[in-house]
Protein backbone atom coordinates (compact mmCIF):
# COMPACT_ATOMS: atom_id res chain seq x y z
CA UNK A 1 0.00 0.00 0.00
CA UNK A 2 1.43 3.26 -0.77
CA UNK A 3 2.26 6.51 1.77
CA UNK A 4 -0.87 8.37 -0.08
CA UNK A 5 -3.05 5.31 -0.09
CA UNK A 6 -2.15 4.86 3.71
CA UNK A 7 -3.35 7.84 4.64
CA UNK A 8 -6.23 7.91 2.42
CA UNK A 9 -7.41 4.67 4.05
CA UNK A 10 -6.98 5.59 7.77
CA UNK A 11 -8.58 8.90 7.08
CA UNK A 12 -11.61 6.93 5.80
CA UNK A 13 -11.37 4.34 8.83
CA UNK A 14 -11.97 7.47 10.86
CA UNK A 15 -14.39 9.01 8.78
CA UNK A 16 -16.26 5.58 9.90
CA UNK A 17 -15.41 5.57 13.24
CA UNK A 18 -16.47 9.09 14.33
CA UNK A 19 -20.00 8.75 12.16
CA UNK A 20 -20.42 5.49 14.49
CA UNK A 21 -19.89 7.28 17.37
CA UNK A 22 -21.74 9.96 17.32
CA UNK A 23 -24.82 7.52 15.89
CA UNK A 24 -23.86 4.97 19.39
CA UNK A 25 -24.88 8.55 21.32
CA UNK A 26 -28.45 8.37 19.65
CA UNK A 27 -28.53 4.68 20.24
CA UNK A 28 -27.95 5.01 23.99
CA UNK A 29 -29.79 8.00 24.49
CA UNK A 30 -33.00 6.44 22.16
CA UNK A 31 -32.87 10.17 20.58
CA UNK A 32 -34.17 10.66 17.60
CA UNK A 33 -33.60 13.49 14.71
CA UNK A 34 -36.98 15.42 14.46
CA UNK A 35 -39.24 13.71 12.47
CA UNK A 36 -37.09 10.79 12.00
CA UNK A 37 -37.07 7.49 13.83
CA UNK A 38 -34.00 6.13 14.48
CA UNK A 39 -33.11 2.69 15.75
CA UNK A 40 -31.88 2.76 18.97
CA UNK A 41 -31.54 0.68 22.44
CA UNK A 42 -35.35 0.82 22.46
CA UNK A 43 -36.96 0.91 19.55
CA UNK A 44 -38.77 -0.36 16.95
CA UNK A 45 -39.62 -2.52 19.75
CA UNK A 46 -38.71 -6.23 18.77
CA UNK A 47 -41.26 -9.07 17.18
CA UNK A 48 -39.57 -11.74 18.24
CA UNK A 49 -40.22 -13.49 22.20
CA UNK A 50 -38.33 -11.35 24.49
CA UNK A 51 -36.16 -14.83 25.72
CA UNK A 52 -35.24 -15.13 21.60
CA UNK A 53 -34.44 -11.00 21.55
CA UNK A 54 -32.14 -11.10 24.71
CA UNK A 55 -30.66 -13.93 23.37
CA UNK A 56 -29.97 -11.72 20.18
CA UNK A 57 -28.80 -8.81 21.95
CA UNK A 58 -26.43 -10.70 24.14
CA UNK A 59 -24.54 -12.33 21.27
CA UNK A 60 -24.55 -8.96 19.80
CA UNK A 61 -22.44 -8.13 22.88
CA UNK A 62 -20.38 -10.50 22.71
CA UNK A 63 -19.29 -10.01 19.11
CA UNK A 64 -18.16 -6.73 20.16
CA UNK A 65 -16.32 -7.82 23.08
CA UNK A 66 -14.66 -10.74 21.14
CA UNK A 67 -13.57 -8.30 18.32
CA UNK A 68 -12.20 -5.65 20.70
CA UNK A 69 -10.41 -7.56 22.80
CA UNK A 70 -8.73 -10.25 20.16
CA UNK A 71 -7.55 -7.58 18.05
CA UNK A 72 -6.23 -5.59 20.87
CA UNK A 73 -4.05 -8.41 22.47
CA UNK A 74 -0.22 -7.91 21.27
CA UNK A 75 0.15 -11.49 20.08
CA UNK A 76 -2.70 -10.97 17.69
CA UNK A 77 -1.22 -7.92 16.61
CA UNK A 78 1.94 -9.61 15.85
CA UNK A 79 0.11 -12.57 13.63
CA UNK A 80 -1.87 -9.97 12.20
CA UNK A 81 0.93 -7.31 10.78
CA UNK A 82 2.64 -10.03 8.64
CA UNK A 83 -0.93 -9.55 6.65
CA UNK A 84 -1.91 -5.99 7.73
CA UNK A 85 1.45 -3.13 7.51
CA UNK A 86 2.15 -1.86 10.79
CA UNK A 87 1.04 1.48 9.70
CA UNK A 88 -2.03 0.62 8.89
CA UNK A 89 -2.65 -1.75 11.84
CA UNK A 90 -4.90 0.56 13.72
CA UNK A 91 -6.90 1.94 11.02
CA UNK A 92 -8.05 -1.58 10.45
CA UNK A 93 -9.03 -2.42 14.01
CA UNK A 94 -10.91 1.09 14.04
CA UNK A 95 -13.09 -0.04 11.00
CA UNK A 96 -13.95 -3.11 11.69
CA UNK A 97 -14.72 -2.07 15.54
CA UNK A 98 -17.00 0.89 13.47
CA UNK A 99 -18.35 -2.13 11.80
CA UNK A 100 -18.75 -4.52 14.40
CA UNK A 101 -21.17 -1.45 15.85
CA UNK A 102 -23.36 -1.14 12.44
CA UNK A 103 -24.07 -4.67 13.16
CA UNK A 104 -24.89 -4.26 16.55
CA UNK A 105 -26.93 -1.42 15.97
CA UNK A 106 -28.78 -3.19 12.55
CA UNK A 107 -29.82 -6.39 14.27
CA UNK A 108 -30.42 -5.31 17.95
CA UNK A 109 -33.76 -5.99 19.39
CA UNK A 110 -35.14 -3.84 21.62
CA UNK A 111 -37.22 -5.25 24.44
CA UNK A 112 -38.63 -1.70 25.75
CA UNK A 113 -40.16 -2.78 28.95
CA UNK A 114 -39.67 -0.74 31.37
CA UNK A 115 -37.47 -1.20 34.65
CA UNK A 116 -37.85 2.06 36.07
CA UNK A 117 -38.80 5.69 34.82
CA UNK A 118 -37.62 8.58 36.61
CA UNK A 119 -38.14 11.05 32.99
CA UNK A 120 -40.62 13.67 34.98
CA UNK A 121 -38.99 13.60 38.29
CA UNK A 122 -36.39 16.12 39.82
CA UNK A 123 -33.65 13.64 38.55
CA UNK A 124 -33.86 14.12 35.49
CA UNK A 125 -31.87 16.67 34.56
CA UNK A 126 -29.09 15.48 36.94
CA UNK A 127 -28.82 11.78 35.02
CA UNK A 128 -28.86 13.58 31.64
CA UNK A 129 -25.75 15.75 33.07
CA UNK A 130 -24.32 12.42 33.93
CA UNK A 131 -24.94 11.08 30.67
CA UNK A 132 -23.27 13.91 28.96
CA UNK A 133 -20.50 13.89 31.04
CA UNK A 134 -19.77 10.12 30.34
CA UNK A 135 -19.81 10.72 26.95
CA UNK A 136 -17.26 13.96 27.47
CA UNK A 137 -15.00 12.17 29.71
CA UNK A 138 -14.69 9.43 26.90
CA UNK A 139 -13.51 12.12 24.56
CA UNK A 140 -11.35 14.17 26.15
CA UNK A 141 -9.57 10.96 28.08
CA UNK A 142 -8.58 10.30 23.42
CA UNK A 143 -6.92 13.02 23.20
CA UNK A 144 -5.30 12.64 26.42
CA UNK A 145 -3.40 9.99 25.63
CA UNK A 146 -3.15 11.04 21.85
CA UNK A 147 -5.87 10.72 19.77
CA UNK A 148 -4.74 10.28 16.67
CA UNK A 149 -2.13 7.71 17.38
CA UNK A 150 -5.44 5.71 18.72
CA UNK A 151 -7.27 5.90 15.64
CA UNK A 152 -4.58 5.24 13.37
CA UNK A 153 -4.61 8.64 11.68
CA UNK A 154 -0.55 9.44 13.01
CA UNK A 155 0.75 6.32 12.06
CA UNK A 156 -0.09 6.95 8.51
CA UNK A 157 0.70 10.40 8.60
CA UNK A 158 4.30 9.43 9.68
CA UNK A 159 4.38 6.96 7.07
CA UNK A 160 3.92 9.55 4.35
CA UNK A 161 6.69 11.85 5.90
CA UNK A 162 8.86 8.90 6.47
CA UNK A 163 9.14 9.37 10.02
CA UNK A 164 9.90 6.69 12.33
CA UNK A 165 6.89 5.67 14.88
CA UNK A 166 7.81 5.71 18.15
CA UNK A 167 6.57 3.85 20.60
CA UNK A 168 4.36 5.69 23.39
CA UNK A 169 6.30 6.53 26.81
CA UNK A 170 4.52 5.64 30.07
CA UNK A 171 3.01 8.71 31.08
CA UNK A 172 -0.52 9.98 33.28
CA UNK A 173 -2.58 13.46 32.36
CA UNK A 174 -5.22 15.01 33.79
CA UNK A 175 -7.88 12.18 34.48
CA UNK A 176 -5.20 9.52 34.48
CA UNK A 177 -3.70 10.75 37.82
CA UNK A 178 -7.07 9.91 39.19
CA UNK A 179 -8.26 6.77 38.13
CA UNK A 180 -6.42 4.40 35.31
CA UNK A 181 -9.64 4.40 32.89
CA UNK A 182 -11.05 6.96 32.58
CA UNK A 183 -12.40 6.19 29.35
CA UNK A 184 -13.85 2.56 30.47
CA UNK A 185 -15.21 5.19 33.48
CA UNK A 186 -16.91 7.65 30.65
CA UNK A 187 -18.54 4.97 29.02
CA UNK A 188 -19.93 3.17 31.91
CA UNK A 189 -21.61 6.76 32.99
CA UNK A 190 -23.16 6.82 29.22
CA UNK A 191 -24.08 3.27 29.46
CA UNK A 192 -26.27 3.57 32.81
CA UNK A 193 -26.75 7.46 33.38
CA UNK A 194 -30.56 7.18 31.93
CA UNK A 195 -33.75 8.40 33.26
CA UNK A 196 -35.53 5.47 32.20
CA UNK A 197 -34.21 2.24 31.97
CA UNK A 198 -35.76 -0.50 30.35
CA UNK A 199 -34.81 -4.26 29.99
CA UNK A 200 -32.75 -3.70 26.18
CA UNK A 201 -30.98 -0.61 28.11
CA UNK A 202 -30.02 -2.81 31.15
CA UNK A 203 -29.05 -5.59 28.83
CA UNK A 204 -26.80 -3.70 26.73
CA UNK A 205 -25.27 -1.74 30.07
CA UNK A 206 -24.59 -5.08 31.71
CA UNK A 207 -23.10 -6.70 28.75
CA UNK A 208 -20.97 -3.51 28.34
CA UNK A 209 -19.99 -2.86 31.65
CA UNK A 210 -18.73 -6.46 32.08
CA UNK A 211 -17.16 -6.76 28.54
CA UNK A 212 -14.83 -3.86 30.18
CA UNK A 213 -13.71 -4.99 33.24
CA UNK A 214 -12.99 -8.17 31.58
CA UNK A 215 -10.86 -6.10 28.77
CA UNK A 216 -9.21 -4.31 31.50
CA UNK A 217 -7.81 -7.33 33.00
CA UNK A 218 -6.46 -8.16 29.43
CA UNK A 219 -5.35 -4.44 28.98
CA UNK A 220 -3.41 -4.13 31.99
CA UNK A 221 -1.61 -7.12 31.73
CA UNK A 222 -0.49 -6.09 28.05
CA UNK A 223 0.76 -3.23 30.15
CA UNK A 224 2.63 -4.51 32.68
CA UNK A 225 4.37 -6.53 30.07
CA UNK A 226 5.48 -3.51 28.08
CA UNK A 227 6.09 -0.70 31.07
CA UNK A 228 6.88 -3.10 33.93
CA UNK A 229 7.47 -1.98 37.25
CA UNK A 230 6.14 1.50 36.51
CA UNK A 231 2.60 0.79 35.59
CA UNK A 232 2.88 -1.55 38.71
CA UNK A 233 3.50 1.20 41.02
CA UNK A 234 0.72 3.35 39.45
CA UNK A 235 -2.24 0.41 39.32
CA UNK A 236 -0.94 -0.01 43.34
CA UNK A 237 -1.75 3.86 43.69
CA UNK A 238 -4.56 4.73 41.32
CA UNK A 239 -7.89 3.45 40.98
CA UNK A 240 -9.09 1.62 38.11
CA UNK A 241 -12.23 3.47 38.11
CA UNK A 242 -12.81 5.02 40.82
CA UNK A 243 -10.15 7.42 42.32
CA UNK A 244 -8.51 6.22 45.78
CA UNK A 245 -9.09 9.43 48.38
CA UNK A 246 -6.14 9.91 50.36
CA UNK A 247 -3.59 8.59 48.42
CA UNK A 248 -1.25 10.44 46.41
CA UNK A 249 -1.79 10.37 42.54
Known amino acids: MSRALTLVFA ?61 ARQGFKKAWTRVVPPYAERSVYVLIASLILVILFRFWEAVPIVIWDLSRTLLSGPIWLVFWAGWLTVLTSTFLINHFELFGLQQAW ?62 ERDLVGFHGDKYEEYRGRVGMLLPRFGRRA
Request: no cysteine; glycine share 6%; hydrophobic share 55%.
Open 11 to 71: IFAYAVFFATFLYLILFVGDFSLGSVTLRTVNAPPTTLPVAGALAIDVALIALFGIQHSVM
Open 158 to 219: FRLRNRKFEEPQFRTPFLYRFVRHPLYLGFMLAFWAVPTMTVSHLVLAIGMSAYMIIAIGYE
